[in-house]
């Protein structure tokens, strides 16, 4: 099933609507479609009203002079205030007198005697780490404006890199630990960063992933001098190598550190970070977040979409790991400042067994629970008996990101998981907005299964033709979206042009150019959102986004390759898997032995990720008269549309195939 095809499929479920439950906790912020419809028209007529009214809830050091100022593509928020990432989510707690409230649950991998490793970190905990953390940076030399690279597992450290990068007002850049040393090389140098923050080894469904030894490669690659420092933090004492001067244990430096380092007033426009993510075209790029509009997006966004509350017994837990947007967003920035626990899980969901995730829900009474489509199809396939052995009857809002949720998928997550009690939000965002764009909310949007319904107040969505009118109802077209919003990226890391081309060239609206997400979408009639999927060569395997030509640059560079196209084919789990077709170079023989070695290559290259889940030889690529790859056609063979020879590893006069389909694609 390709996610067009998925949407078809969900065409026979739109007439399923699920009202919004009662709240089985605190009461919905938001309890009805209308009140829902009132604010959101508000926040459409009157954005300064509604966002200074949202950014009030947060502290400032000084407030800001206006609320934006936009002159498209560049928007500023909450201009001349400052502020603290940082403070808002952790000292301001402290300083009101909420220090002893747990701020982060964190759960080992590894399960001991006694069970799992639990650390519960209070907000005076944490205050302290971090800045004892912000002082160790400082020492490396590390100055407002710097990035700095992190590269850990998901343990407490991390968060606490993280907030400490917050404090001193230096940007981070956080890789997930699956990605490669190449990949690495990449953003550190891109990034300019001249320190790196990693562990010695991450857990992972109980093997060790070598961090300290992936960075070390990394280095090498980038060669000597390009980075001054790299802090390790000790997990797994997994052995590593260790260069004296470059290297320093955290516990050694942490222990001589000062407890005592305030948080620095910044800008509201300053950059907060950089996140790597693939496009259509060349290397990852860097998405430039800020702070103070950042920060207003994602608390909000995580208090209306998650119904948080204080002191409400809350426990609020996002599967993903911090090395994507969903837990930059949705573990750390935008659930802290609303003072309800965190939750950080360190490892697989299937360690050391397929209950693990229900084990944890019942086991922490977690209230909110924010996971992916594709482990959704992971988890039913591996069973209901896992989640009906543990009592999930503290859940109250279950949520969904990445990528489209199919609509068996929604009713088990509505039936097994949330015994058809809880609200189910499906969240269409991207690293590029900063927090959620089209969501139910909980207390206030009737769902169906398969749409992210409607859009977040303030975000201004539509569907639109290439001359930007919007469509009509179940028509497909561009997902754009025609206003500013605080969390929206301020650019692409040193390449403005990219910038430009990418988000803001191909829709104009009375001639000013409107942001473009790269998604094709259609509105039913009940002005419901559908997501139908990418619309540029950008595939989204388990929800992470990964670029086709990235993983086609990979196989070309692997010597026996001589020329290679990738595209998206159906997958149970992943929702979309990677298929590969590649021309040899002459000497190398098509077999599974060169296909293992690929898949390996391409591990390294970027990380295993990114490895195709087929490779087919083929002496050519089928082409269009102009030389363009036909990609349709290679999907449709991938998908197992168009018959081939299926019994020997060439693909055999695709001149015949692209007949039958039709002649050439344009
Ligand atoms: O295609 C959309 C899909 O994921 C893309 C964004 O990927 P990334 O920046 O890696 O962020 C993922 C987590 C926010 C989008 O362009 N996508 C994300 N959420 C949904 C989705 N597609 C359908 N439904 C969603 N809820």
Redesign the pocket.
Known sequence: MSQSEGNIESVLHEDRLFDPPASAGAPWHIGSLDEYKALYKKSIDDPESFWSNAAEEMHWFSHWRQVVSYEAPDAKWFVNGTTNLCYNCVDRHVENGFGDQVGIIWESEPIGDEGPEILRLTYADLQTEISKFANVLLDKGVRRGDVVTIYMGMIPELAIAVLACARIGAAHSVIFGGFSSQAIADRVEDANSKVIVTCDGSWRRGSVVPLKDNVDQALEILGEGKVRSVIVRQRCKNGIDWVDGRDTWWHDVMQEAEADCDCVPLDSEEMSFLLY?SGSTGKPKGIHHTIGGYMVYTATTSKYVFNLVPDADQVFWCTADVG???GHSYILYGIMPNRVPTLMYEGAPNFPDADRFWDIVSRHRVTQFYTAPTAIRAFMKWGEEHPKKHDLSSLQVLG??????NPEAWMWYHNVIGGGACPIV???????TGGHMITPLPGATSTKPGS?TLPFFGIDAAVVDADGNEVGANEGGLLVVRKPWPGMLRGVYGDRDRFIDTYWSTIKIDSKPVYT???GARRDKDGYFW?M??IDDVI?VS???LGTMEVESGLVAHESVVEAAVVGMPHEIKGTGIAAFCTLAPGYEANDDLRKKLREHISDQIGAIAKPDMIRFTDALPKTRSGKIMRRLLRSIAAGEVEVNQDTSTLEDFTVVAKLQGGDES
């Open positions: 993510t994507w947007i969903t969904t990101v990445g990528e489209p949720i499906d969240t269409y965002w991207q690293t590029e992210c997400a790269g998604d997501i999927g990418r989204n929800g992470h986004r």
